[in-house]
Each structure stands twice: as structure tokens, then as C-alpha cells.
């Protein structure tokens, strides 16, 4: 079982202490960004990554705005209300900072936007459309939301330039309601991987999990199984932490062995890849050097046999 709550003034272990960022490609990165108008996840989710990621070159873009119409109690994007707005702008200045930074592979996410009639859906795939077109020898991996599992929606992005579709579970079933926001739901996740993979069986679809809310073992297995019976390829497993005082707090630090563990049964029940640890977020360079990897041994072997 997990342990109890954790004491407000309790540090957090030497495991997750990370240094600032700083450098001058992280400066470069973020110069860029702000004149572009750019809202990426590493800012606004405060990831403990973002000076290592910006300093190596990659970064994970948020598209659709910074401003989320979901709550989720773990998550520090900006929430709110819309109102249908969209910058029309979007899909271009994304294209050319792909292009300016030179990625070999990007990961482009989103926020919710309950209030537009296609959920984003429409607009995310015209980022990804302008992004393949600008540099086509880029992989794109998009972390889209669930979009209410609706098929016609989830087709979209199956059908979008897309090599690796992503959508997070983000928690046990039992803590989902305690967790995400109302609109959200673990049921709804599941689907929504299942469909994508349905839709496009030759793209690797992949999914996240946070540790230390206070789930169990148990519960992080049956995660796992429920995950594999959706035929997700990879899963990437991290350590909660807790943006700001208004949040969750943390339950649990869970130590670098304990994910070790994680990633060797994730390992045996047949997932492609798993990245496992304290500082792992869905978005992880890991993860992504082997999805490349994958992705472009694939196509050699594939034009090996066209030849």
C-alpha cells in the first residue's frame, strides 16, 4: 500500500533535485518561442526537464493556445474559457520553429478545448499538416486529448502526418474522479487509445502514468494490463509532483528502484518501450530517441522491400 501523506514542509528527495535552467541553446529556445507568440508544455507544466530538453534541442509545443477548459487537479495549465478563440497563426509559426530548431522529431500536444465544436481537433491537424510540409523529414508525435472518444474526431488525427498518436491515462481508475477533471474519465482514455489504434494500426500509440498519488501496486498493474488490452505501445511512467500549493500533494516519493521495477513488468507484459523513473514525463527524450529509432528502422526496412 502507499504511505500517508506526505508533511507539507518535507523535501523532496536529492533523486528529483534538478538545476536551473540555463545556457545558451535554452535561451535561444525560449527567445524563439516568445517571438513566435508559442506556448509549450515544458513552461507551463513546470517539468523538471525543461532546461536539459530546451539545452539538447527538443521541446514539446502546445498548440490551440495556453489555455485549457479542463481542471485537473494535477495540472498546471492555465484553465478557463475560450470562447472559440484561435490563432489562426498557429500552424505556421509552429512549422517554422520546427524548422528554424532543426528537430529530426517533435512532440506537439494540446490543451482541451471543450468549447470549439470539433473539440481542436481540426486545427491540431492543421499544425501537424504545416509541420510535415515545412520539414518532412521530421516525426511527429502528437499528445492529443480524448477527445470524448468520438470516432469521427479521433479519425482526424489518424489520418493527420502523425507517426506516434498519444493520449495519457495519467492515473488508476480509482483516483480518475479525485484527479482529472469531470469531463475526463479513465473508461473514456481507454477508448480513446483503443479507436486510434483501430483507425491506424501501423502507428505506435503510446500513454503516460503518474506515481505517488496514492494509488497501489495493484491498481498500477491492472493500469498496465488495461493499457496493453488497448494495444498501447508505450507507456512511460513518472513521478508526481506537485506544481503549486493549490494543487494535490504529493502522496508518495516513490525512489528510483521502484520505477525500475515498474519498467521490467511493463517490459514483460509486451509493451514496445517503457520508460520508467522519477523525472520521466510523457514527453521524454528517451522515449522519444527510441520511438525514432523505431519509427526510421521501419522505413528502411520498408523501402528495402519496395525496392
Not at 545556457?23 to 536539459?52: F, Q
Not at 470516432?151 to 482526424?156: G, T
Not at 494490463?225 to 512511460?236: F, G, K, M, Q, S
Request: net charge neutral; charged share 30%; hydrophobic share 35%.
Amino acid at each position: 500500500m502507499s504511505s500517508p501523506p506526505l508533511a507539507p514542509k518535507e523535501r523532496k528527495p536529492e533523486w528529483l533535485k534538478v538545476p536551473a535552467p540555463h545556457g545558451e541553446t535554452y535561451a535561444r529556445i525560449k527567445e524563439l518561442r516568445k517571438d513566435l507568440r508559442l506556448a509549450t508544455v515544458c513552461e507551463e507544466a513546470r517539468c523538471p526537464n525543461l532546461g536539459e530538453c530546451w539545452n539538447h534541442g527538443t521541446a514539446t509545443f502546445m498548440v490551440l493556445g495556453d489555455t485549457c477548459t479542463r481542471a485537473c487537479r494535477f495540472c498546471n495549465v492555465k484553465t478557463g474559457k475560450p470562447a472559440g478563440r484561435l490563432d489562426h497563426e498557429e500552424p505556421f509559426n509552429l512549422a517554422h520553429a520546427v524548422k528554424t530548431m532543426g528537430l529530426s522529431y517533435v512532440v506537439i500536444t494540446m490543451v482541451d478545448r471543450d468549447d470549439l465544436p470539433d473539440g481542436g481537433a481540426g486545427h491540431v491537424v492543421t499544425c501537424l499538416e504545416a509541420v510535415h510540409f515545412a520539414s518532412p523529414d521530421t516525426k511527429i508525435e502528437v499528445l492529443a486529448g480524448d477527445f470524448r472518444a468520438d470516432p469521427k474526431l479521433l479519425r482526424k488525427l489518424a489520418d493527420s502526418p502523425a507517426s506516434v498518436l498519444a493520449h495519457n491515462v495519467e492515473t488508476v481508475q480509482r483516483l480518475t474522479r479525485s484527479v482529472r477533471d469531470a469531463k475526463s474519465g479513465y473508461e473514456q482514455s481507454l477508448r480513446s487509445l483503443s479507436e486510434l489504434k483501430r483507425l491506424a494500426p501501423a502507428k505506435l500509440t503510446k500513454s503516460s502514468l503518474m506515481l505517488g498519488l496514492g494509488e497501489t501496486d495493484d491498481e498500477v498493474r491492472a493500469t498496465l494490463v488495461d493499457l496493453r488490452r488497448a494495444e498501447v505501445d508505450i507507456v512511460t511512467l513518472g513521478q508526481y509532483l506537485q506544481p503549486t500549493p493549490r494543487h494535490l500533494p504529493v502522496v508518495e516519493y516513490l525512489p528510483p528502484a521502484r520505477f525500475e521495477a515498474w519498467q521490467k513488468e511493463a517490459q514483460t507484459l509486451g509493451f514496445l518501450f517503457c520508460a520508467s523513473g522519477p523525472l520521466v514525463r510523457s514527453s521524454y527524450k528517451a522515449g522519444e530517441l527510441f520511438t525514432e529509432r523505431w519509427l526510421r528502422e521501419r522505413d528502411r526496412r520498408s523501402g528495402e522491400l519496395h525496392v
